[in-house]
């Protein structure tokens, strides 16, 4: 069977129906881009990925965000069940990922899984960010007790690992990252979104 994958258009009008908040869809937007461009990247040094699938899965990534945050779900795994709900699993495969990945360094190259993950790790709302500053920010929001302060520092290790194997493909350092998405490509994305 043959994998769908809605196309920008149709992951915005997603979004809007389901009512996902405008600041959580700017993340999104801004988390595309991150992951868009560092497809190319890959692309550049030898790797090919499925950049209609990483498109999509970024744009949706955080589709359950907001109603998880007020039901205490866990938002990776219900939004991976209704994007696969919706006839797009493959989505929801990386969707489910990009808080904790299934495996780490599980392949010998990056795929849209790891690229989708990382992209998330780097954009604080919608902002270009270190992976040092948004793990700061994740430890402030969300570590309401040492149980959970603990597994998001063990969280926090394993995706700077993934940023350095990551980084060991391409020929640039993350600290680029900011400097290479161009903020009009965003703006154009987020007037598109509000015509929809």
């Keep these: 069977?043959?994998?769908?994958?809605?196309?920008?258009?149709e992951c915005l009008k997603i979004l809007r129906r389901e009512n996902v908040p405008p600041h959580?869809?700017?993340?999104?937007?801004?988390v595309s881009l991150v992951a868009l461009l560092i497809?190319?990247?890959?692309?550049e040094n030898g790797i090919t990925l499925c950049e209609n699938l990483i498109e999509a899965a970024s744009l949706l990534h955080d589709i359950s965000k907001a109603r998880c945050?007020?039901?205490g779900e866990n938002h990776a795994i219900i939004g991976a069940n209704l994007i696969s709900d919706m006839g797009f699993p493959?989505?929801?495969n990386i969707v489910r990922?990009?808080?904790r990945l299934d495996e780490y360094f599980a392949t010998e190259f990056p795929g849209e899984v790891e690229v989708v993950n990382y992209a998330d790790k780097v954009v604080k709302h919608d902002k270009v960010v270190s992976m040092e500053e948004r793990m700061k920010d994740i430890l402030?929001?969300?570590a309401i007790n040492e149980e959970i302060r603990e597994r998001i520092e063990k969280h926090i290790e394993k995706s700077k690992e993934l940023e350095k194997w990551l980084f060991s493909f391409l020929s640039i350092s993350p600290e680029l990252i900011p400097s290479l998405v161009k903020e009009e490509d965003f703006t154009r994305l987020m007037e598109l979104y509000e015509t929809l």
């Design 140 to 142: 402030e929001r969300y």
């Design 69 to 71: 945050l007020k039901t």
């Design 24 to 30: 959580i869809v700017a993340h999104s937007i801004k």
């Design 90 to 92: 493959e989505i929801g």
């Design 39 to 43: 497809t190319r990247l890959l692309k």
């Design 1 to 9: 069977m043959e994998m769908r994958i809605p196309d920008k258009i």
């Design 97 to 99: 990922q990009h808080v």
